[in-house]
């Protein structure tokens, strides 16, 4: 996924352009808001012609051009792309303005970098959700999730899921072999204000893997001890 940066603050930027690049997407930085501006407008157009989703992190105080104006601008000109307006305003006036002016998400500095990836990626679901080009069938080993229908077999075999479950499933299908912390899981199908001491994400992990992976050889769903899971071929039970 796409993310361009458009933040005046070089050590912010820094911090946050070091940080996604670490977690394998691509970033670009605007210092200003005409050139944010304009390298919004373009980065919607490639997201068309290549059918990869990108979202704009859009500081609210900018030079040249406020980062609402520059909402207001891509939203009246028909362009699409996720907005997470990112600001040190953080009374409620100010986020209802940024939400009426088109933003998708509001986050408020000072913030944590874990939080960031996991509004990044609810974001980014919802570009795919969108794009013409998007997959509809997601296959791990012998693990298939249609897209449409959200039906899930594993070696030929229907698998019945819930609601979360499949969201659960979807996310980590959606990048084979990447850890997602609990936080980051919990942030993606939970939504930010479930309490993120909760043991939820546990729990249900417990259950897709009762479902997914008992009476198999291969082991998809696997558990990084003290950091999170991934699911991904391996031809051990052990997780």
């Not at 600001?87 to 002016?101: C, F, I, K, P």
């Not at 993606?188 to 546990?202: K, R």
């Amino acid at each position: 996924m796409n993310v361009l940066i458009v933040e005046d603050d070089a050590r912010i930027a820094d911090f946050l352009m070091r940080g996604l690049r670490a977690e394998g997407y691509h970033v670009q930085r605007a210092a200003t808001g005409p050139l944010g501006l304009e390298m919004a407008q373009q980065a919607a157009r490639d997201a068309a012609q290549q059918a990869t989703p990108s979202v704009v992190v859009l500081d609210l105080m900018l030079p040249g051009m406020s980062g609402m104006e520059i909402c207001q601008t891509l939203r009246a000109g028909g362009v699409q792309l996720p907005i997470l307006m990112l600001t040190a305003m953080s009374s409620l006036e100010d986020r209802v303005n940024g939400l009426r002016m088109g933003a998708d998400d509001y986050l408020c500095k000072p913030f944590e970098f874990e939080e960031l990836l996991a509004r990044l990626e609810a974001l980014g679901r919802r570009a795919r959700a969108v794009q013409p080009g998007r997959t509809q069938l997601l296959q791990v080993h012998d693990l298939v999730l249609d897209r449409e229908s959200m039906r899930v077999s594993r070696a030929g075999q229907p698998i019945s899921l819930t609601a979360r479950e499949l969201a659960l499933l979807e996310l980590l299908m959606s990048a084979p072999g990447r850890m997602f912390s609990r936080e980051r899981i919990l942030a993606n199908v939970w939504g930010h204000n479930e309490d993120p001491l909760t043991n939820v994400v546990d729990v249900y992990i417990r259950r897709l893997r009762a479902k997914v992976d008992e009476g198999h050889p291969a082991t998809l769903i696997q558990t990084m001890r003290g950091l999170g899971y991934r699911l991904e071929r391996v031809e051990s039970n052990m997780a």
